[in-house]
């Protein structure tokens, strides 16, 4: 019985430490690098080219206003950069709102279609039935809790314009990292996104993963698709994941910033993790099949392929196996005569304890070298930076339950709670690197 346990646990942790380790090394390329990521930027765009801002909004009237604010105030002509809001499903002021703030708004009304893809496929076909657009070489998406970067148009059409890319996505922080461990917990995860995945990837030409929202979507590829067929419960990452298959490419900009607010409860967190994880179930058996085609052209899109396909793959489930196949042995054996328990029951004692203090201190390296990284740019005190790294491991591990839940729980969309951007740390309103902050929370709070 040992033996078979010793090699069940050695062949699986061998397994999970070579699928991933590419990400060890993008890691390091994002460390090594980060002194020098501007030499990485794209050069001054000759071209400024039309864009639209497009919004997905369920009953934000509290936030709407300072994105559009935001949107408003960016170092970039104001006659090439239009605003466009889906009120999906609103029983608020949410349109209203927009309006006031100077949006072209739209509302839906589809209690059956539900969910942000619906939202921006209904959008995409209001512009295209009325002529607009043609007037766009592509649109920026945002989610209604947004604050945005004043230079974040200009960046995103200086990267548009230096390479033929399907999307690019953008540096995402948070305008609540302090607020508690569920908002940091997100916000790290969201900083090492950025700079140990997007930004090594896009140094070594593989392609990029967009995320949620403040992305750039090419105006063709909204054309070759006729709108946005993309309903999946990640939208975002089914997005990725065709683009990837097709041999499209997605960039990255790392001088492009927008700020988010971060769940605080765990009951919302948790509705909103399962959601992803789902989602990353239902991508990874849609597009698991042409991912690893893909893979066997070689090139630059092995990588790709295989990258997106680690990200879609149920990784969870792997260190569930390993953890219950263990769990169950070590009670079997009470079965078993007593001279075999204490044997087998301490040593698969052994092996779950060592393994969850292994998983803990790896996900607190990982949010270590993050916040050690991103410290700048991360707005909150000292202490809840360097605190909140011992509760990032817990946050993390939360999605082992999750994983297992979203196996067999039907799951649908449900909208995210917003506040004011008034609720960022003070603390934010410190000297930045990214000094054009400053006057959107001077202006929110």
Not at 62 to 69: C, D, N, R, S, W
Request: overall charge positive.
């Amino acid at each position: 019985m040992l033996s078979f346990i010793h090699i069940f646990n050695l062949l699986l942790s061998v397994f999970i430490t070579v699928a991933f380790a590419y990400q060890g090394v993008f890691m390091l390329i994002g460390f090594l690098q980060r002194r020098r990521a501007r030499l990485y930027d794209a050069p001054q765009a000759k071209e400024l080219r039309r864009y639209a801002a497009v919004i997905s909004a369920r009953n934000e009237e509290a936030v709407i206003g300072e994105l559009i604010a935001s949107l408003r105030e960016q170092d970039y002509p104001q006659e090439l950069l239009d605003i466009y809001v889906v009120a999906d499903n609103c029983t608020d002021k949410t349109a209203s709102c927009a309006r006031l703030a100077g949006a072209t708004v739209y509302e839906r009304f589809n209690t059956e279609q539900v969910g942000k893809g619906y939202a921006l496929d209904y959008l995409f076909s209001r512009l295209r039935s009325a002529g607009l657009d043609q007037n766009y070489a592509g649109y920026f998406v945002f989610d209604a809790d947004n604050l945005v970067d004043r230079n974040f148009v200009r960046e995103m059409n200086n990267t548009a314009c230096s390479g033929d890319f399907a999307a690019i996505t953008s540096y995402r922080n948070s305008k609540n990292f302090g607020s508690n461990w569920i908002s940091a917990g997100y916000s790290l995860w969201f900083l090492r996104e950025a700079r140990f995945l997007n930004f090594p990837r896009m140094l070594v030409g593989s392609n990029c993963t967009i995320s949620g929202t403040g992305f750039l979507i090419s105006a063709d590829i909204i054309r070759e698709n006729g709108g946005w067929p993309f309903h999946l419960l990640t939208e975002d990452l089914q997005f990725s994941a065709d683009c990837t298959s097709d041999g499209k490419r997605i960039g990255y900009c790392d001088k492009a910033v927008i700020y988010d607010e971060q769940p605080t409860r765990f009951r919302q967190s948790w509705d909103q993790r399962l959601r992803w994880t789902k989602g990353f179930y239902q991508v990874a058996w849609h597009y698991a099949p042409q991912l690893i085609r893909g893979m066997g052209r070689g090139g630059k899109k092995l990588l790709s392929c295989y990258d997106i396909l680690m990200v879609v793959a149920p990784g969870s489930l792997l260190t569930v196996s390993l953890l219950l196949v263990n769990l169950l042995v070590a009670l079997s054996c009470f079965t078993q005569p007593g001279y075999l328990v204490d044997d087998i029951v301490l040593t698969e004692f052994r092996f779950l304890v060592t393994n969850l203090i292994t998983y803990y201190f790896g996900f607190m390296a990982m949010g270590a070298v993050t916040v050690y990284c991103e410290w700048d740019n991360i707005y909150a005190t000292k202490v809840q930076k360097l605190g909140y790294l011992f509760t990032f491991p817990l946050f993390m591990m939360t999605y082992v339950p999750i994983a297992v839940v979203a196996l067999r729980r039907k799951v649908e969309w449900k909208p995210i709670q917003h506040h004011a951007s008034g609720t960022v740390m003070k603390t934010a309103q410190r000297k930045s690197s990214r000094s054009s902050l400053q006057t959107l929370l001077d202006r929110s709070a």
